[in-house]
């Protein structure tokens, strides 16, 4: 890590950052991302993300936020930005582990009866009232109208994606429509929650969709870095046998499956820009990044995402600050050069 001098001295690298959802394991990306900010270096564009990830990214959004309307200078509002950013991070997460089990729901796996309400019964049921705690988490924690204001040099702009129920699309809620109830939309698991209605429509989890969506921070963004925060892993060694168990990995395929294809993209557009068969003046050469937080999380295996006590949000933390560290201190330099994951070899 620089020291002070240094990093005042440097100047700040641009960075989109994806953030993939994962329940409860979204607390890794917490540390990862509490990594990067005390590091300082990376200048932040945009921020897409899903579910969990939705979460961390306002929360990072909110902390530029605040910063940029107590500073005029703009690297006195970053530096001021990272130290609030990791502050509404650290307020939210020890909030989710608070709020404990009430927030992801109880583990179906401990509970039959539970599990049998979620099988035959819809939320609709069994929650009428549509009751989850994160929305009063997000409204005390993260300041919405804010986050429409403050962007470009003074804050990265974000992107949350949902799924359309009627059209089973993502779609991506960003500016003036970025609030409360699109996060909310992007982490509503259906046989958990009633579906978000926003302008009439209704969302259910981004991650049928988009988890993350890329494509914002291609297209509407002018920095060419990516580092995407994966928390779903790709592959997965044993064979699901167990009901339970082919349902999780059935979840993580379809949730990886929409990523998968847009980094094919990326990867395609990268070897036509090479052979000199596309325009480089259409076609942004994006440089992508990963930490691989699924291949550290898959031992915990996939119901851990509904537990949420403090303890496992505080041990999550540890390990995605811990690959926070280490992804810096390996690859930091050759953001803005090259990319650091061969695309081609991902599964």
């Known amino acids: 890590m620089p020291d002070d001098t240094t990093r005042a001295a440097a100047p700040l690298a641009p960075l989109n950052l994806a953030l993939q959802g994962g329940g409860s394991h979204g607390a890794l990306t917490w540390g990862v991302l509490d990594a990067l900010l005390e590091d300082g270096r990376f200048a932040l564009e945009g921020i897409s993300g899903t579910s969990a990830g939705a979460m961390n990214a306002v929360a990072v959004a909110h902390g530029f936020a605040q910063a940029a309307l107590q500073h005029q200078d703009a690297r006195d509002a970053h530096a001021a930005g990272c130290v609030l950013a990791r502050q509404t991070l650290a307020r939210l997460w020890e909030g989710v582990g608070t709020l404990g089990s009430l927030l992801w729901g109880v583990p179906l796996q401990n509970n039959p009866v539970l599990g049998l309400m979620a099988q035959w019964l819809s939320p609709y049921q069994t929650n009428p009232l549509d009751i989850n705690p994160l929305r009063r988490l997000l409204e005390r924690e993260v300041d919405f109208d804010a986050l429409c204001h403050v962007r470009g040099a003074r804050g990265p702009r974000v992107f949350v994606c949902a799924t359309n129920v009627r059209t089973g699309r993502g779609e991506i809620f960003s500016g003036p429509r970025l609030s409360v109830d699109a996060v909310m939309a992007s982490a509503c698991l259906p046989l958990l929650f009633k579906a978000v209605q926003i302008d009439g429509e209704h969302y259910w989890d981004g991650g049928y969709s988009g988890n993350p969506a890329l494509h914002p921070l291609i297209y509407h963004t002018e920095c060419a870095d990516i580092l995407l925060v994966q928390i779903n892993p790709i592959e997965h060694r044993a064979l699901p046998e ?8 059935t979840n993580e395929v379809t949730f990886n499956a929409s990523l998968l294809a847009e980094m094919r993209a990326i990867e395609f557009v990268r070897r036509l820009l090479a052979e000199g068969r596309l325009d ?11 930490i ?16 949420a006590d403090l303890a496992f949000v505080r041990q999550l933390f540890a390990l995605g600050r811990a690959e926070g560290e280490r992804w810096l201190g ?15 070899d991902i599964p």
């Open 242 to 249: 167990t009901a339970q168990d082919i349902m999780e990995r």
């Open 280 to 290: 480089p003046r259409r076609y942004k050469d994006v440089r992508l990044h990963r």
């Open 292 to 307: 691989d937080g699924g291949a550290l999380l898959e031992g915990f295996g996939a119901a851990s995402k509904t537990r």
């Open 330 to 344: 390996a690859h930091a330099p050759d953001v803005g050069l090259r990319p650091t994951i061969n695309i081609a």
